[in-house]
């Protein structure tokens, strides 16, 4: 179920970045999808995904948390799945 609704949510996302309508709504669905209960691989993108959006944006404040989130999977060896 959570990752059904994950890809809910990121199918929606990719919609509106191709459409190139609303960012704020972009933010807030990358934001959304950190929430769902994944393994931690899928959490660990989810979370960059997040953060680098927000960043771009200039949400520094938000994408300062996920960056955090980010740094806190390290113990789990998660970042090194993103250099394959």
Do not use: W
Request: positive net charge.
């Amino acid at each position: 179920v959570e990752y059904i609704t994950a890809m809910r949510i990121e199918i929606e996302r990719k919609k509106l970045v191709a459409a190139n309508t609303d960012p704020v709504r972009v933010a807030e669905l990358a934001c959304l999808m950190t929430l769902c209960n994944m393994e931690n691989a899928h959490k660990f993108l989810a979370f960059k995904n997040a953060f680098t959006l927000l960043y771009k944006m200039g949400n520094f404040i938000t994408a300062a948390h996920f960056a955090r989130q980010v740094v806190a999977l390290e113990p789990h060896g998660v970042s090194n799945f993103s250099r394959c």
